[in-house]
């Protein structure tokens, strides 16, 4: 009987991970799976997929605003269960957002808030895309893309105060000419001989 006591023991906990470990297992509800309810996600500002500010031009710095439809962000993993899509009544939607520039990941993002981007002067596209808690897209994807122009402010401000020095440079020197042609025809008219009186 002893001999039996701790195999039977054993078997009872291969018996309990093997029902507990399923339980535990962050679960999938489609991945790849269709967002359902549809969900959606649009850039609002800037660049020219803004929906409320298409200004491409941005300075190094800037906030990429956008907006999610029937989609909750939450931080990977804290949830027990993936949070892909739940079907059926009260149906939602949940993950997070992957950030791209020039199609190169950059982060996650899963706030409401701006997403603040700080790129290199030139012309980048923008790319969010809506995923689930394993990072993966939806099939069909849910993107929102934008293009921007990303100026210097501190060359843009460089190369104004070099023009305003240029241009008053110009304007220094063209009052010099206005000035010395006055002096020349104020001379002249001071000093030309006066027609003698017979």
Request: hydrophobic residues 45%.
């Amino acid at each position: 009987m002893r001999s039996r006591k701790p195999l039977i023991t054993m078997a009872l906990l291969v018996a309990l991970f093997a029902i507990g470990i399923p339980s535990l297992t962050p679960h999938v509800y489609g991945a790849a799976a269709p967002c359902s309810p549809k969900c959606a996600i649009a850039i609002l500002s800037p660049g020219s997929g803004g929906v409320l500010n298409s200004n491409q031009t941005v300075s190094t710095s800037f906030l990429v605003s956008f907006l999610v439809h029937n989609y909750t962000l939450v931080q990977p993993g804290t949830n027990n269960d993936v949070n892909t899509t739940t079907i059926g009544a009260g149906a939602h939607n949940e993950g997070h957002i992957h950030v791209f520039v020039d199609n190169v990941y950059i982060t996650i993002w899963a706030s409401v808030n701006g997403i603040p981007l700080t790129l290199t002067p030139g012309t980048h596209t923008i790319r969010l895309d809506l995923v689930n808690d394993f990072h993966q897209e939806f099939s069909p994807a849910v993107t929102a893309s934008t293009t921007v122009n990303v100026v210097d402010p501190l060359q843009s401000t460089a190369n104004t105060t070099q023009s305003n020095a240029s241009n008053a440079m110009y304007y220094s020197l063209g009052a010099l000419i206005v000035s010395i042609i006055a002096v020349i025809l104020v001379a002249y008219v001071a000093f030309k001989p006066k027609p003698k009186m017979a």
